[in-house]
């Protein structure tokens, strides 16, 4: 094993390197890419040291210095900034409804009917109180419940 490791040289980490930095790309766990940066510095240091510091012992002791510190300086970056926040209305389209305006298709019968909002016909639901929705006036969503729309005429 020693013999192996003895032939190491400074394109052996710069493969490992970039062999990491692939694999980063396909997984997304951001700690290959720290290590993937700590086998290049190692690159750097095995082809600039002198012969003396740069055996394959320096060698190890750089990447696995390099490594420990780039991943634990990433982790405790990325947990400092937390999670991107999240858009208000992301996937939720329903949310997305709220404040816009629409036509009733139908009469609305007890409170309910039906609005079409963009090219879409939601079900929909008058908001308490409201004077009758009848096909063809124009609504606004006031809220949403569910998969329903509350609307009120105007």
Not at 8 to 28: C, D, K, N, R
Request: net charge negative; aromatic share 8%.
């Amino acid at each position: 094993m020693e013999i192996l490791l003895s032939e190491l040289t400074w394109w052996h980490w710069v493969a490992l390197g970039l062999v990491l930095f692939g694999i980063e790309m396909m997984t997304g766990t951001f700690d290959l890419l720290m290590i993937s940066i700590a086998a290049i510095l190692t690159a750097l240091f095995a082809g600039l040291a002198p012969d003396g510091l740069a055996g394959w012992q320096g060698q190890m002791a750089v990447f696995g210095i390099a490594a420990v510190v780039l991943v634990a300086g990433g982790r405790m970056f990325l947990s400092r900034r937390g999670p991107p926040p999240e858009h208000p209305t992301l996937n939720k389209r329903m949310a997305g409804l709220v404040g816009q305006h629409g036509q009733a298709t139908k009469d609305f019968v007890a409170g309910s009917g039906q609005v079409q909002i963009g090219d879409t016909v939601w079900g929909a639901e008058a908001v308490p109180g409201e004077p009758p929705i009848l096909a063809g006036d124009t609504v606004t969503v006031s809220a949403t419940d569910g998969n329903t729309a509350i609307v009120r005429k105007g």
